[in-house]
């Protein structure tokens, strides 16, 4: 039988449907896989209520593992503890940086983020809500290009 | 405390985000800057989701076999119990900004009530929620110090409908029986009149704006007595499903 260790590298190759950058494991929603007799569950805790994102990772990650040749999956939503931007993995954080999004600061720091492209701390918000939910829009007053943050959550 | 209490408590609840929401939405692609037009239409969203949570909710305790959708689109104007604050129109812009704030601060300090709450559902729920609701008054509130303490034109306007709005705020802390059967299953809302008045009256101090002096409150939304404004509003959210019952996408 497939080992839950297995399955979590496997799911790693899955990308969030808005930043494909990270993969759904990146993005801390993964929080469960476990075989339940015959059944593998993988339990999956949304970004935001609204996300219009949720319906898709929970279908794109049932077509990924039935890839993998698991025949009964089942996908389980889990709201609590809700979901926090501090359980993004260090290489998801990387990855953001690397697209041009600004990974998100620790909750509990409330310090504008460095820019993704200079590198500068010289950044202002332009608004508390982006391109997506989990997005604020942002600028460099040093190298003077906007770029997308993802917001502490 | 019986069932259908939480049930009437989740629908208040879902009413609420489900209406303002579907306001906001009414900007969508109208707002006076694009940064704005997305932020209106962002908090429509998380307010959306939420409702969704609240509506699933109340249709599986009250077991009748109705889901969200049913509960969203196939009730009619006196059966929804949100407040009447939220369908108010939209107005001008500091009309808007004006509703959100008196709602998000009062939704802010509900919610933080209930993730305490002894069911375990709700208290999920608004743990979950809370965090979204903090961005929603962090921008309202800016909003109300912006307009509020901006130019002659703009205080004028925001002043106006927060005197305009104001009769419509007392319903939020007024408990009826439904609210006070539920003891810790939902929150003393009574309890939640100070700090909700102290978020205002720092705001405006700072917005320059007035306090509007005591006097008549409305009432009536939570008990599904609503203004003619839900029922054109019901119209058009409705439309889909009663033209084409059970139309899917």
Known sequence: ?153 | MAAPAVFEFCLRLGDNDLILSQRLGEWCGRGPVLEEDLALTNVALDLLGQARLWLSHAASIEGRGRNEDQLAFLRDAGEFRNLLLVEEPNGDYAHTMARQYYFDAWHLVVLDALSIASDASVRDIAAKAVKEVAYHLQRSRDWMIRLGDGTEESHRRLQAAADQLWPYTGEMFAMDEVEASLGDVGCDLEALRAPWREEVQSTFARATLAVPAAGWMQRGGKQGVHSEKLGLLLAEMQFLQRAYPGAQW
Request: proline share 11%; hydrophobic share 40%; glycine share 6%.
């Open chain 1, 1 to 153: 039988m497939v080992t839950p260790a297995e399955v979590w590298q496997w799911l790693e190759a899955v990308p969030d449907p808005e930043v494909p950058a990270i993969s759904v494991v990146d993005l801390g929603i993964v929080r469960e896989v476990t075989w339940r007799g015959p059944e593998l569950v993988v339990t999956v805790t949304p970004t935001y209520s609204g996300c219009p994102a949720t319906a898709v990772i929970a279908q794109d990650i049932e077509t990924a593992l039935r890839g993998h040749g698991i025949e009964r999956v089942r996908i389980e939503t889990r709201l609590a503890p809700a979901w926090t931007t501090d359980w993004l993995s260090d290489q998801g954080r990387e990855k953001l940086r690397n697209f041009g999004i600004a990974p998100p600061q620790l909750v509990q720091l409330a310090v504008p983020p460095p820019c993704p492209h200079c590198g500068s701390g010289h950044t202002e918000c332009l608004s508390a809500f982006g391109s997506t939910p989990c997005k604020a829009l942002y600028r460099c007053r040093a190298c003077l290009e906007p770029f997308d943050y993802f917001k502490p959550h």
